[in-house]
């Protein structure tokens, strides 16, 4: 499970040593823990930023935009009112795939 979060602020909050006024864009993206290697790290902060580029139509916001990635803790993915860990995830990702054999859809 991995979510992603885009946090849009008015530039007059965002301050770097370069600017009291960035236009900036952050976002956030959490997975589980060790989800991504490090080439999948790196992949991934690259896409965004190539994503949140394309959608400004903006070059120099390539520069501009963080990619936070943030492992949850073990156990510590809530998901309707169930901390998920290892053990969960597993248990649902056994329980998709069964659904998928079941009814013959692939992945």
Avoid: C, Y
């Amino acid at each position: 499970n991995t979510a992603a979060f885009i946090h849009r602020m008015d530039p007059r909050a965002i301050h770097t040593a370069a600017t009291n006024s960035a236009r900036t864009v952050r976002v956030q993206v959490i997975t589980p823990p060790a989800a991504l290697t490090r080439e999948g790290q790196k992949q991934l902060v690259k896409e965004i930023t190539e994503i949140v580029t394309k959608v400004s139509s903006d070059p120099t916001q390539a520069g501009r935009t963080w990619v936070i990635l943030t492992e949850a803790a073990e156990g510590g993915w809530g998901l309707a009112g169930t901390a998920f860990g290892r053990e969960e995830f597993a248990a649902l990702a056994a329980k998709a795939a069964a659904a998928r054999a079941k009814s013959g859809t692939p992945l």
